[in-house]
């Protein structure tokens, strides 16, 4: 069975400072890797996805996830956040095929301070 | 615009009193999955549909009921609902079968459900 760990309930950061958001999973068959966020009082968005190819995926609003394979990681990056970007992130993995259900994260919180 | 539309946007009930979340979309997608949102959590899912009359139970259906008769609809149906499924719910909808594990979900704004 597949599942994701993000280990940061909470991230405060100072704006145009930059943000890491962790996420680890783990599965014993290949996955596809997502990151959505989530707005006050809004539905889940996706963010960006790591489906093949490159390990290295981005976002159009400036963030960045790198697939580890080694580490099962799926990391988010941003090198200059801003006041918008106060939202609830998620990471989630499907398996490439099988069973067609969605593994999410706890969610990681984050508080950009001005 | 494509959307995934859900009703009621809040919802205060009492144990055992049925109720019905409605989810609509627009999109013509072949898949649709309903999640609950708790603090700590995260998003667990409830029950997802390939198709219609196509239905399976995701990873926490106790107390909840699904049906696609339609493909655009996929209401989540409480029949006795108690008060430990006081959640917020999501409704979502992807591509199609062939493509529905790599394709992204979209989701609707949520429905906070009460049950006191």
């Known amino acids: 069975a597949q599942s994701v760990t993000q280990l940061d309930s909470q991230v405060p950061v100072f704006e145009e400072a930059p943000v890491e958001l962790r996420c680890n999973y783990s599965?014993?068959?290949?996955?596809?890797l997502f990151w959505y966020v989530q707005y006050p009082n809004q539905g889940l968005q996706l963010l960006l996805k790591?489906?093949?190819?490159?390990?290295l995926v981005e976002s159009i609003n400036g963030f960045e996830a790198e697939f580890n394979k080694s580490q099962t990681s799926f990391h988010l990056r941003k090198p200059s956040v801003h006041i918008s970007d106060t939202a609830e992130y998620f990471c989630?993995?499907?398996?490439?095929?099988?069973?067609?259900?969605?593994?999410f994260g706890t969610g990681t919180r984050l508080k950009v301070l001005a | 615009e494509a959307q995934v539309t859900q009703n009621p946007r809040y919802l205060i009930t009492v144990t055992g009193k049925k109720l019905t979340v409605t989810c609509s979309q627009n999109?013509?997608?072949?898949?649709m999955s309903w999640y609950r949102q708790d603090p700590g959590l995260g998003l667990r899912q409830i029950y997802y549909?390939?198709?219609?009359?196509?239905?399976d139970k995701g990873d926490v259906p106790e107390g909840y009921k699904v049906s696609r008769k339609e493909k655009r609809n996929f209401p989540l149906i409480l029949e006795s609902p108690s008060p430990n499924q006081t959640s917020l719910y999501f409704c979502?909808?992807?591509?199609?079968?062939?493509?529905?594990?790599?394709?992204?979900?979209?989701f609707g704004n949520g429905t906070r459900l009460t049950v006191t």
């Open positions: 999109m013509n997608h072949e898949y």
């Open positions: 979502a909808s992807s591509l199609g079968t062939r493509s529905v594990l790599s394709s992204p979900l979209h």
């Open positions: 790591y489906l093949s190819g490159s390990t």
């Open positions: 549909s390939m198709n219609v009359e196509v239905t």
């Open positions: 989630a993995v499907t398996r490439t095929s099988g069973t067609y259900k969605y593994i």
């Open positions: 599965s014993s068959v290949s996955v596809y």
